[in-house]
């Protein structure tokens, strides 16, 4: 890695690390470096200053508390895999942590640092929409909520400030009736997704379903919801025929490109399928029993 | 091809073993010394297992500068105007070279080894996106890239033509203008075999098919990326440069050109090298650069290219556009191949391959066939991509034309519905007409290639598959049942010196065997390995013909200055060439220790014979009378026969009389899905003949790699260009290499059918995999689509683009159909 010269800082605390962003000029946050190192790598980033989170040690937390799954910014995809508490619980996230990048990727990239990307062909991003998510910020004026649904705007864009950073994102701690799946698409281990669908869905006590919530990726200029989908499976209950319309209007509010990884036909389509298939492991993982009729 | 040679030796069937895949026998064979036959532990792993490996990149010079090349961001243009003065400026910014400096020195271009001319440094106009324009020199590797970032340069963007169709076009972009005879971008047309007598049988075939197939642009993609550290040394006027090459002596005879240094003071020196697979055949400028840098600058200069430049811009593989027809009769007995090529070549013609062969071996497009008339003809284009098409373990475009023939046969037997292995087993030569002349000319020495399609249906369980595929078919399963064959023949082993040179040098290749007084022996060959294990392979050969252990032999190679000149490591040449020499000079030794025998031994050299089993040498009828290499070694040098020289050793320079032909059944079980088009393999079987074995777990270890390569191929791998020039795949994001979870496991086999005229009755083996394996998986997954109607998927198959088929087919499904959830209690279920 050949990248142009730039000043490296160490903060070991958020208030420090929020300083030196207020008073630089023009920083850069590096965590696990997975997306910047590459950038620096091609010169698509040539940032003067950069400062390093990964010595504050208080970010490294990845834990249930006060009714959410908080996410802390130095917590790597690889502990959400490896964690306890990653379970049938919480699906999408049991799904979606093996399938981001490859191991070594993993080991190294956050789950914020990913957020923070914004690359609308990551994964964490259609996560964090299906499970109505938020971001945590500390800038100078201090901390902020933002909900997932208002925190992409453009492909690496946020409204986040230049002068924060992100210390957590947070999902709340799952209903008793609820089941999330993540469904992705790739050609091979490391490739980012052709198409991935994130479901989440709370039943009622009558099977009916009270939440349904879609997170798309790689199939629009941001991770995105499918309401229109949504609105429709809320207040039905679970069936494959109802799954096939859902599928359907996903796939209709979805806006892919055509590009290397197929053309935008395809992926519409594979939305379709992606979202099936990720609303019938969510039906099930809510406690319903799935069977294929078939073969 | 044939050529009658009188210093061809006998090939020696004393070691030819048992003809299954039985360990025990192989085992055996190498009577536990680790010759021929033996699984002896690779002797270059302990260097590189423990990190221990000298790569180019590790090599660290006193006052070494670094060298970054400027690169053209676009495909075609014209050059006006190169300011470094920025550049220059910088404090730890040595130089900025452009092809004014070269031009100086004479350097500004360099020979392709198809005797085209490549600028150095962009002269006036830039041919392919990446394309070096200029370079600046500086005291460490990050100051010269921001140097380089600094070199302006003034480009008038010019219409460049990616298609290689497009490029033939009357009114396309004229890409050489400065060469004198060039009109537009045609570059070579070529012919082969019997046109009309392939058309007369064509007229009066029973059935014909013609299919349309694209071998898309590859790049090897070595893990090693090219680098060179050039080493002027005024004192000695000599210049030492340690580089990336699969062809070190080749190398140095063309750095001698280039640069007017006579051949004498030029020392190339190919340390460990990590892969090369035809990549590191050419001669690329980053080297010539490095080297007229520190000629002029009188330091050492490291050059080492990143990973997207070795991409965009080094020698790329494939890039062929097919069409292939056969004639048969209507019970599928083929009687002709016709088959017409566009072949891109990038920028300059720079495929590295034999001179005489202008479409290298494509010529063996008539495949395992016994086909009775067959003719080609291809044209090759230039076009603004970087230039190359020979490499990636391909045999000199043999996976090319193995692709096609084996595709041709796949349609042919679903237009006939006749099943694939059927089919194949109606067209074989049979193993009883070889030496087999095909009717393109080439000499096949020999073949069972009934044997190993055989071998390879048990192993698949073939009839099981077919079932399978059958009744899922009838269920209009989500998952379709594919089942590809493909039953290739390679040619490899180029000499012979008469047919195959690189530009103009023979094909032959090297041996130099010393014993040393103590006992043991340093092997110097001509080839050079990248992986392949020549420092195993080549010490068991000289292990089995001296009786000798083969730890006591040590292998080097890579060195011009130590080395015996050879043509270098690509085509599965080592093996059938230099492996050749190894056993023929080992003979030699071991005749010249029968008369230090003999002397020792007090008795006459007549009476003297050697043990093969043993590995001793006795006198006739006295087995006890018996000494070993050892002491022959040690009376060589310390009590020598009278009349003859000291010393125990000999040199061979071996010129094959002919190729070898390696051949193979591989059988592919893949899994459709028909929601996403993803491919799935189910059963992956390997059944391979490379002649005699020598170590066969390196043996498995190439096909390994190669069939992990030959997926890549048929699955993923892809180097893309947008219209304007810009390679959309340069990098390994979009240039997607599998990783082990992309590949199966491998049930591989072997049959031995020795080369006659091979001194060990070996043949090549590393391509074997890459050329054999696509064919078998594309035929796999067109097979599960094929009831419906598909008859071709292009390469790379990724997911839309198998989906894409089974759409057109209406094969394609939705998920839902067969899912149904139960619910509990007062809510009922959901089939009420
Ligand atoms: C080969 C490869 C394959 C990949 N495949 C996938 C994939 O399949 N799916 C996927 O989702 N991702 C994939 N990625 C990206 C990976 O997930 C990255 O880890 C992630 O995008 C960035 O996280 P990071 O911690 O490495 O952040 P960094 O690279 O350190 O930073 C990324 C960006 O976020 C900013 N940033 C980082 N942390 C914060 C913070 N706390 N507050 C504010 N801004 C911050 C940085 O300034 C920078 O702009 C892949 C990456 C690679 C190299």
């Known amino acids: 890695m050949k990248s142009a010269p730039f000043e490296h800082h160490e903060p070991t605390t958020v208030d420090e690390a929020v300083s030196l962003l207020e008073s630089l000029d023009g920083p850069t946050i590096l965590s696990g470096g997975q997306s910047l190192v590459p950038m620096l790598r091609f010169r698509l980033a040539n940032p003067d200053v ?170 629009d200029i941001t991770n995105a919801r499918a309401t229109d989908a949504e609105a429709h499976l809320e207040g039905e209950r679970p069936s494959s025929e109802l799954f096939e319309e859902a599928g359907g209007l996903a796939a209709e509010e979805s806006n892919p490109e055509s590009d290397e990884h197929g053309d935008a036909g395809y992926k519409e389509r594979m939305v379709d399928v992606l979202a099936q298939r990720a609303l019938g492991d969510a039906a099930e993982r809510a406690g319903l029993v799935k069977r294929r009729v078939s073969q | 091809m044939s050529s009658d040679h009188e210093n061809a030796p006998e090939a020696d069937t004393e070691y030819q073993h048992a003809e299954d895949d039985g360990p025990q026998p192989e085992k055996h064979c190498g009577h536990g010394r680790g010759g021929m036959g033996e699984e002896v532990s690779r002797k270059e792993d302990k260097r590189f297992i423990t990190g221990r490996g000298n790569y180019v990149d590790d090599i660290k010079k006193p006052d070494m500068l670094h060298c970054e090349i400027v690169r053209s961001p676009h495909a075609h243009a014209r050059v006006k105007d190169i300011d470094g003065s920025r550049a220059e400026a910088m404090d730890d910014v040595v130089a900025v070279l452009t092809a004014e400096d070269l031009l100086e020195h004479d350097l500004a271009t360099m020979p392709t080894l198809m005797d085209d001319t490549q600028d150095v440094l962009v002269n006036e106009k830039v041919k392919f996106q990446s394309q070096e324009v200029a370079a600046v020199i500086a005291t460490d590797r990050y100051t010269a890239k921001d140097g380089a970032e600094k070199v302006e340069v003034d480009y008038e ?19 050489r203008d400065e060469l004198d005879d060039q009109e537009d971008n045609h570059i070579f047309d070529w012919e082969t075999g019997d046109k009309d007598a392939t058309e007369a049988v064509f007229d009066a075939a029973d059935v014909t098919i013609e299919e349309d197939m694209n071998y898309q642009r590859l790049h090897p993609a070595p893990i090693e990326t090219c680098g060179a550290v050039a080493d002027w040394d005024p004192g000695m006027d000599k210049m030492t440069v340690h580089m990336t090459s699969q062809a070190p002596h080749a190398h140095r005879t063309l750095f001698s050109q280039v640069s007017g240094i006579p051949e004498h003071k030029v020392r190339i020196v190919s340390p460990d090298v990590g892969g090369g697979f035809g990549n590191k055949v050419p001669i690329y400028p980053g080297y010539v650069v490095a080297a007229a840098a520190s000629f002029v600058l009188e330091q050492p200069v490291k050059w080492v290219e990143e990973r997207s430049e070795n991409i965009q811009s080094t020698g790329f593989a494939r890039d062929y556009d097919m069409t292939g027809e056969l004639a048969a009769t209507e019970d599928g007995v ?95 030569i049979p193993s009883d007409a070889f030496p087999y002349e095909s ?89 050079q390995t990248q992986g392949q294990g020549h420092e195993t392979t080549f010490a068991q050969i000289v292990a089995e013909e001296l009786g000798m252990d083969v730890d006591n032999i040590s292998v080097e190679h890579g060195d011009t200055d130590t080395e015996p000149y050879g043509l270098g490591t690509y085509g599965s040449r080592s093996t059938p060439v230099a492996g050749a020499a190894t056993a023929v000079a080992a003979r030699k030794v071991r005749d010249k220790a029968k008369s230090i025998a003999a002397n020792e031994l007090e008795a006459a050299e007549e009476d003297i014979e050697w043990d093969r089993e043993s590995g001793e040498f006795h006198v006739a009828g006295a087995p006890d009378r018996s000494i070993t290499i050892t002491e022959i070694a040690a009376g060589a040098y310390m009590n020598h026969p009278g009349g003859e020289e000291p010393g125990l050793e000999a040199t061979n320079y071996y010129d094959p009389p002919e190729m070898t ?51 890549a191929t048929a699955m993923l791998e892809e180097v893309t260009y947008d219209d304007n020039g810009n390679v959309t795949g340069g990098d390994f994001m979009n240039y997607l290499l599998p990783t082990a979870n992309e590949i199966p496991n491998f049930d591989t086999g072997h049959t031995v059918t020795p080369s006659p005229h091979h001194p060990i009755g070996a043949k090549g083996v590393g391509e074997s995999p890459t050329v054999g394996s696509p064919p078998a998986i594309v035929n796999a997954v067109v097979d599960a689509m094929n009831h419906a109607g598909v008859s071709h998927v292009e390469m790379p198959m990724t997911p839309d683009v198998v989906w894409a088929a089974l759409d057109d087919a209406g094969l394609a499904h939705k998920p839902a159909q067969n899912v149904e959830f139960e619910f509990d209690g007062a809510s009922g279920s959901a089939d009420d």
């Open chain 2, 157 to 175: 963007v010019l219409d460049p033509v990616v298609d290689a169709q497009d490029a033939l076009d009357a009114e396309a972009p004229l890409i």
């Open chain 2, 334 to 428: 083929i009687e002709g191949v016709k088959v017409d090529v566009l072949a891109n070549h990038g920028a300059y013609n720079a495929a590295a391959q034999p001179t005489k062969f202008p479409a290298g071996f494509f010529n063996i497009f008539t495949g395992s066939y016994d086909i009775e008339a067959a003719y080609g003809s291809l044209t090759a284009a230039f076009t603004n991509t970087a230039p190359g098409g020979v490499a990636y373990r391909c045999s000199f475009r043999v996976t090319e034309a193995v692709y096609l023939i084996e595709r041709l046969v796949n349609v042919l037997a679903d237009e006939l519905d006749v099943d694939p292995a059927e089919i194949r087993r109606r067209n074989f």
């Open chain 2, 661 to 711: 032909y390696p051949f193979g059944s591989y059988i592919v079980v893949v899994e459709v899905d028909r929601e996403t088009g993803e491919v799935d393999f189910e059963k992956f079987v390997a059944v391979d003949d490379c002649g005699n074995r020598i170590n066969p777990m390196i043996i498995e270890g190439q096909i390994h790699g190669g069939l992990a390569q030959g997926i």
């Open chain 1, 50 to 219: 950069v400062v390093d989170i990964n010595g504050i040690d208080s970010l490294d937390y990845l834990h249930e508390e006060d009714g959410y799954l908080r996410i802390g910014a130095l917590a790597r995809h690889a502990d959400v895999e490896d964690s306890s508490l990653i379970d049938e619980t919480y699906g999408s996230f049991a799904d979606v942590a093996p399938l981001v990048a490859d191991p070594q990727v993993r080991n190294r990239g956050t789950v914020v640092g990913s957020v923070a990307q914004a690359d609308p062909k990551g994964d964490w991003g259609s996560i964090l929409l299906a499970h109505d998510g938020e971001v945590i910020a500390r800038g100078p004026d201090g901390e902020r909520t933002i909900p997932a649904d208002e925190f992409f705007l453009l492909p690496y864009d946020t409204t986040l400030d230049d002068t924060e950073l992100i210390t957590e994102v947070r999902v709340p701690t799952p209903a008793p009736r609820e089941g999330s799946a993540y469904h992705k698409l790739k050609r091979k281990t490391g490739d980012y997704a052709m198409a991935g669908v994130a479901a989440r869905l709370v039943l009622d006590d009558d099977d009916v379903i009270e939440t349904a919530r879609l997170g798309m990726t790689a199939v």
């Open chain 2, 439 to 527: 009717a393109t000319g080439w000499n096949y020495d020999s073949g069972d290639y009934e044997k190993a399609l055989d071998k390879a249906l048990e192993m698949a369980d073939y009839e099981h598959y077919r079932e399978e595929q059958q009744r899922r078919i009838e269920n209009d399963a989500d998952k379709l049942l594919g089942i590809g064959i493909s039953s290739f023949t390679e040619i490899v082993g180029a000499g012979p010196g008469e047919q195959c040179d690189i530009a103009g040098i023979e094909m032959f290749d090297s041996a130099d065997i010393r014993v040393n007084p103590t006992g043991n022996a340093v092997l110097r060959i001509g080839v």
